[in-house]
């Protein structure tokens, strides 16, 4: 936990105070995805804990990973699966990072995949951040943007994925390792001897990073990574999040997609009437040039040059 910086709240609070406010929106009898992380335990033990007042009854959650499981199990939560509830009623979960168009990276505590899939399967799925998880871009923190790979051939599969950022300048790629700290920076060789860090799928997982972020089309970005034989998913949360829920220093900031949605169709509606108005003016001009045409056909046709102009065609 962190020291309260200049007596506010330290990073820690801030991540309760995300959990719990998503944790307002949990009704008795729903479906949950539960997350994985520093800030998802916050939620996790918020649940048990309206279970064992009675505020909360007959909910039942999928773990995001094994870690979740245990983590839930302890907070008294009663588990499910993605078999026997394919539909899940709310996810809340914790993101690496948060672009403005409420993207995501996740992963960087190698949950990837079960992430994505519970989070995939949710009517909603609220991400709980502080504010320091928010990026300009994906990759701009410099941390890792996480690709899970199958270990058979997993040297192949990061040579490919090396080529595939090929010149992208400040990119760099490694393993991540049992003694690689899950936040790790890209350039600490120090544990480069260790044993492969295994996922709960008993996956490998190789660590991308961008010095200045990812820049370009994402979706474009995904599909080339997926394509790589030996990759199964990468931590890229692409337009999953229904709402980001941020805990500030100067208070709680909740953003949701469909809003956004609403607000940027709005501006798009705005752009494509100007768009509209421009070319109403623009029909005026090409009728006015119309006219003009004829005009100046007929003072060309008297001066004797249509007749060149014709020759020439
Ligand atoms: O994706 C995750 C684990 O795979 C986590 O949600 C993510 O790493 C955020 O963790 P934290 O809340 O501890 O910062």
Not at 27 to 32: E, Q, T, Y
């Amino acid at each position: 936990m962190l020291a309260p910086q200049g007596g506010g709240p330290s990073q820690d609070e801030l991540k309760r105070v995300a959990a719990h406010r998503a944790v307002e929106l949990v009704r008795s009898g729903m479906v949950l995805g539960l997350g994985t992380g520093s800030t998802a335990v916050h939620a996790l033990d918020r649940i048990g804990a309206l279970l064992r007042t009675g505020h909360l009854r007959d909910v039942v959650g999928i773990p995001t990973s094994e870690w979740a499981a245990a983590s839930a199990a302890a907070a008294g939560i009663p588990l499910t699966d993605l078999n026997t509830h394919p539909v899940v009623d709310l996810s809340i979960d914790g993101a690496d990072e948060v672009d403005p168009a409420l993207n995501l990276v996740k992963g960087r505590g190698g949950s990837l995949l079960r992430e994505k899939m519970v989070e995939g399967a949710s009517r909603r799925f609220v991400v709980i951040v502080d504010e320091s998880k928010l990026v300009p871009r994906l990759g701009a923190s410099g941390l890792a943007v996480p690709v899970e790979v199958i270990p058979f051939g997993w040297s192949l599969t990061l040579r490919r994925l090396r080529t595939l950022f090929d010149g992208v300048p400040g990119f760099n790629i490694k393993l991540r390792t049992a003694a690689t700290n899950a936040k790790a920076s890209a350039f600490d060789e120090s544990e480069s001897k260790s044993e492969p860090f295994v996922t709960d799928n008993k996956n490998y997982i190789v660590d991308l990073f961008f010095e200045d972020g990812i820049h370009g089309d994402l979706n474009l970005i995904s599909d080339e990574i997926l394509r790589i034989t030996g990759v199964i998913e990468h931590g890229m949360f692409l337009g999953l999040a229904s709402s980001v829920i941020i805990a500030r220093k100067d208070g709680v900031v909740v953003v949701d997609k469909a809003a956004k949605q609403g607000s940027e169709e709005e501006a798009d509606k705005k752009r494509r009437d100007g768009r509209g108005e421009e070319m109403r003016k623009g029909k005026e001009n090409w009728k006015e040039k119309k006219e003009y045409v004829p005009r100046k056909k007929k003072e060309r046709k008297e001066k004797g040059e249509e007749t060149i102009i014709s020759t020439l065609l």
